[in-house]
Nanobody
Framework: QAQLVESGGGLVQPGGSLTLSCAAS????????VGWYRQAPGNERELVAN??????????NYAASVKGRFTISRDSARNTVYLHMNRLKPEDTALYYC????????????WGQGTQVTVSS
C-alpha cells in the first residue's frame, strides 16, 4: 500500500529553522515528482516547493515566498524527501503536506497526512 509519512514539524521562533521529512513506502518513490504543499486556516493549499524524479533532470521549483529560505532535497537510498526551512516567519505557519505524483497514462497521486509547523514567539 502506497504511503507517505511526514515528520519534523513543530513550534519554532521567528528566524528559526526546521527540517521536514517525507518518507515513502509501497511504491517506486524515486520515479515520482515530489512536492511540499501547505495550508493555513482559511487559505487554499499552496505549493511550497517540488523536486523532479531521482532519475530525471533533478529540477527544483519554489514558491516566491520561500525562495532563498527553503531548500528541497531527496535521498533516493532512503526514499525520503526533505524540506529544509530557514529564517522562518509567522506567515509560514501552516499544515505542511507531502505529495508524490507521476503520469503513466493516468495520474498516480499520493498525499501524506500532514505535519504542523507553527512559527511564533
Amino acid at each position: 500500500q502506497a504511503q507517505l509519512v511526514e515528520s519534523g514539524g513543530g513550534l519554532v521562533q521567528p528566524g528559526g529553522s526546521l527540517t521536514l521529512s517525507c518518507a515513502a513506502s509501497g511504491f517506486t518513490f524515486n520515479n515520482y515528482v515530489v512536492g511540499w504543499y501547505r495550508q493555513a486556516p482559511g487559505n487554499e493549499r499552496e505549493l511550497v516547493a517540488n523536486i523532479g524524479s531521482a532519475g530525471g533532470d533533478g529540477f527544483t521549483n519554489y514558491a516566491a515566498s520561500v525562495k532563498g529560505r527553503f531548500t528541497i532535497s531527496r535521498d533516493s537510498a532512503r526514499n525520503t524527501v526533505y524540506l529544509h526551512m530557514n529564517r522562518l516567519k509567522p506567515e509560514d505557519t501552516a499544515l505542511y503536506y507531502c505529495n508524490a505524483r507521476q503520469y503513466r497514462s493516468v495520474w498516480y497521486n499520493y498525499w501524506g497526512q500532514g505535519t504542523q509547523v507553527t512559527v511564533s514567539s
